[in-house]
């Protein structure tokens, strides 16, 4: 019914920059807030980044001066500008969404995307 579709992962030397995107669809009545996570091998998912449905923010402290979450709510997308890249930040990195489906939804819904993996090489 909703669908998370990420984009903009892929290779990129120290200091570089990447900008992934994250584009719902399918049946959303609001989506609330919105976030990456990344994932080191072997270890559980950590929170990079979100934002609420008023642009409110949060970053990890690992991330923050050098990466920014946006979204475009006409577009249901959320964008993560991912700046002075080091090795460390390897990971693969989702996206995740609280949502309401209909008027009538008492809870939010969560959905995660299907990850993008993110290298930074020396």
């Known amino acids: 019914q909703v669908q998370l579709v990420e984009s903009g992962g892929g290779l990129v030397q120290f200091g570089g920059s990447l900008r992934l995107s994250c584009a719902a669809s399918?049946?959303?009545?609001?989506?609330?807030?919105m976030g990456w996570y990344r994932q080191f091998p072997g270890k559980q998912r950590e929170l990079v980044a979100s934002?609420?449905?008023?642009?409110?923010?949060n970053y990890a402290g690992s991330v923050k001066g050098r990466f920014t979450i946006s979204r475009d709510n006409a577009k249901n997308t959320t964008y993560l500008q991912m700046n002075s890249l080091r090795p460390e930040d390897t990971a693969v990195y989702y996206c995740?969404?609280?949502?309401?489906?209909?008027?009538?939804?008492?809870?939010?819904?969560?959905?995660w995307g299907q990850g993008t993996q993110v290298t930074v090489s020396p």
């Open positions: 934002i609420g449905s008023s642009g409110s923010t």
């Open positions: 995740k969404t609280l949502l309401r489906r209909t008027p009538w939804d008492s809870n939010d819904f969560q959905y």
């Open positions: 399918g049946s959303i009545f609001r989506l609330n807030v």
